[in-house]
């Protein structure tokens, strides 16, 4: 079991540009979630999919987007990167109330 | 809605000296609630979580926590720290519905000292 990986690990872009965070989980889990960490604040939840097929805004959705591809894969794009969106990004899922697994997390730094 | 507040942003301990982390929360209704640690570098793992069972929960690498509800309190316990436990705390509560969300405190970054 891989549990959840992302990819890639690190990135940097330019002001502007675009990219895609890939998330995958082989525990056949229901729910996918994208959060964002920053200094000082914990982590912040951008997206969610509660289910294959349903996604929801989070506290922090503003300058993303997201994708359920399937019940595997949860990809978070980026279309236009700014500054302020220079962060650490977690992927996490769950089957139930009680846990949360985390991907090892993506470093992006937009110049 | 609910939310965790930590109190201490920083707590600095010697070796072999009790650990003491501070959470509170704010909850309508009967929350559940954990702690999760992340050493640097590292994504996050799940320390213990209560979920309304026993209120003295027991995690992994002897941490535990006590849910005081008259008092809104889940503080993180360790009888003596060891330089391993040096990391980041989240206290986290879960809310209810088709997807668990969770709300993250601010963290606290534990430091142990020789």
């Known amino acids: 079991n891989a549990g959840v990986t992302q990819t890639p690990k690190f990135q940097v872009l330019k002001t502007g540009q675009s990219m895609t965070l890939q998330c995958a989980q082989d525990m056949n889990h229901n729910s996918m979630y994208w959060y964002r960490q920053d200094p000082g604040m914990g982590l912040r939840l951008i997206y969610y999919?509660?289910?294959?097929?349903?996604?929801d805004k989070g506290e922090v959705p503003n300058g993303y987007n997201v994708s359920r591809l399937n019940k595997r894969e949860f990809s978070l794009r980026l279309e236009s990167a700014a500054p302020s969106q220079t962060s650490v990004y977690f992927c996490?899922?769950?089957?139930?109330?009680?846990?949360?697994?985390f991907g090892p997390g993506t470093r992006l730094t937009v110049t | 809605a609910q939310s965790v507040t930590q109190l201490d942003s920083h707590v600095s301990v010697s070796e072999g000296t009790p650990v003491l982390l501070r959470c509170n929360y704010s909850s309508s209704y009967s929350p559940s609630l954990f702690w999760y640690v992340q050493h640097p570098n590292k994504g996050l793992q799940l320390l213990l979580k209560?979920?309304?069972?026993?209120?003295l929960v027991k995690g992994i690498n002897g941490f535990e926590a006590e849910f005081k509800k008259s008092e809104t309190s889940f503080h993180l316990t360790k009888p003596s720290a060891h330089m391993s436990d040096a990391a980041e705390y989240f206290c986290?509560?879960?809310?209810?519905?088709?997807?668990?969300?969770?709300?993250f405190g601010t963290g606290t970054r534990l430091q142990v000292t020789l």
């Open positions: 999919s509660a289910s294959e097929g349903t996604t």
């Open positions: 996490a899922s769950t089957d139930s109330p009680l846990e949360q697994y």
């Open positions: 986290v509560v879960s809310s209810f519905g088709p997807a668990s969300k969770l709300t």
């Open positions: 209560y979920t309304s069972a026993a209120t």
